[in-house]
């Protein structure tokens, strides 16, 4: 599968994890829409539904969870979503899932790891 033409929306307030996972994903090809925080994700999705994204859970305003939910209440309630967080506690991660979310990345990771998640994502959702 290839990544070109791909759309990936990046959600996080961490400048440096923003732009380190922008930096992987388009280094392999990825289109990516980077935004700061959780209501530039939910108004870029609304304006153009990504392939893909991933959420940091913890921003301002909304957050990952906040737009996870809002995204599975969309017409578009079938794009695969990612979220990314420093909250490692089972009860967290088994929050992510409950809410929908079709993979969990606990920070700090592996650049590496997380493009074979979204590669792996991806080709499950085709």
């Keep these: 599968m290839t990544a070109e033409g791909v759309r990936v929306l990046v959600a996080d307030d961490d400048e440096d994890i923003r732009d380190l996972v922008e930096f992987k994903l388009s280094q392999s090809g990825y289109s990516v829409q980077a935004v ?56 967290d991660v088994d929050t992510g899932f409950a809410v929908g979310a079709d993979d969990y990345v606990i920070k700090p990771f592996s650049p590496r790891e997380l493009l074979h998640r979204v590669n792996g994502m991806l080709a499950r959702a085709r």
């Design 36 to 91: 700061p925080d959780g209501l530039a994700a939910w108004e870029a999705f609304q304006e153009d539904a990504p392939s893909l994204a991933i959420l940091d859970v913890m921003m301002p305003g909304l957050s990952g969870i906040d737009v996870l939910r809002k995204i599975r209440e969309s017409e578009h309630p079938r794009v695969p979503v990612l979220l990314l967080s420093a909250k490692s506690r089972d009860s």
